[in-house]
């Protein structure tokens, strides 16, 4: 349970991948949404090709060419960690077509909540590669902002980082809480820092531009932060935390993501609203390639919204997207 378990931030942290890579290898094309069919501890999830409005309400619904086994490993998935946390996303994807990713750079509003000790909420990048057996050899990096009282000790939006490379099994931890990240000399920002002003929902917004990239020589991952500013260099996770990630991301994942424990209702993602002209946004997303420049992502790519009924997210225009919902429910 993510207030007590001393291992749970690697846990509610990590089980969302889970999630989403299992997704990934059920399906080949780009046309898929993730749909829910029930919302309970046990919660089972529907894969169709069809519109985001449409949702399956039956397994029989779902793809046949997915098939019952990989119904089962889905289900297995999503119902992990006793379900007590439900873990709910409202993100884009983009799945290696062969060539891989090097780095991405976005810039995502910056909000705050005031949240209990059960409740997570975050917006995010995860850069990965799953090649191999990604169940037991997963590397990522997630990189952001999120609002974690049972970690931090109190409500404030935090800047993070989170790594490992093993799928969250063994290796990893949260901002600098173990041997990994390091940190630049003369770097402003620290992992964990506190992010102040946050935006105002009615107001003026507070930003933070997040640029990751992993140097082709040396295969280790930069981090530039800026807080409504350009970004500059925070530090680095070096090549020999990983395995295949030192060598190229085959998978990008950026939006939002909550959990919460069964004692408390689901909080709000990005700054409550749905997806509208108010609601919180990434914009001027653009993927780093392996000689450094940076290309604008103007096209749609993959969605997975796990719950539409609290959560959802705008198809990338324009190299922006909005996102989140008002949570609330009940686990």
């Not at 989403?20 to 290898?25: N, P, V």
Request: aromatic fraction near 12%; charge should be negative.
């Amino acid at each position: 349970m993510l207030p007590s378990h001393p291992n749970m931030s690697k846990l509610s942290l990590g089980f969302r991948v889970f999630v989403l890579y299992a997704i990934f290898r059920a399906q080949e094309s780009q046309g898929y949404r993730f749909h829910p069919i029930k919302h309970t501890e046990n919660a089972v999830f529907s894969l169709k090709h069809t519109d985001v409005k449409e949702k399956a309400s039956n397994p029989k619904d779902m793809d046949p060419k997915l098939g019952s086994s990989t119904w089962s490993f889905v289900h297995t998935l999503l119902s992990g960690n006793d379900g007590d946390n439900p873990t709910l996303f409202a993100a884009h994807l983009a799945n290696d077509s062969g060539n891989g990713y090097y780095g991405l750079v976005a810039t995502m509003d910056v909000y705050g909540f005031n949240l209990n000790g059960g409740q997570l909420s975050k917006a995010a990048i995860w850069i990965s590669n799953d090649e191999g057996d990604w169940k037991q050899d997963l590397d990522t990096i997630t990189v952001g902002w999120l609002v974690y009282p049972s970690h931090f000790k109190d409500s404030h939006t935090h800047f993070f980082t989170y790594w490992t490379r093993d799928a969250y099994r063994n290796t990893g931890c949260l901002n600098m809480d173990c041997p990994g990240f390091q940190l630049a000399s003369g770097s402003t920002v620290t992992p964990g820092d506190t992010i102040s002003p946050v935006s105002d929902a009615n107001g003026a917004r507070q930003s933070i531009t997040i640029k990751l990239f992993k140097d082709k020589s040396s295969g280790d991952w930069w981090l530039h932060y800026g807080f409504n500013s350009a970004p500059t260099v925070v530090g680095h996770f070096p090549a020999s935390l990983f395995d295949s990630l030192s060598k190229k991301a085959t998978r990008i994942t950026f939006g939002g993501h909550v959990t919460y424990t069964k004692y408390v209702s689901s909080p709000p993602m990005g700054n409550g609203a749905f997806p509208s002209d108010k609601a919180a946004s990434f914009w001027d997303l653009q993927f780093i390639g392996e000689d450094g420049n940076s290309t604008p992502i103007n096209r749609d790519l993959m969605s997975i919204i796990t719950d539409e009924s609290s959560y959802s997210v705008s198809p990338i225009d324009g190299a922006k997207f909005t996102y989140g919902g008002p949570g609330g429910k009940s686990a």
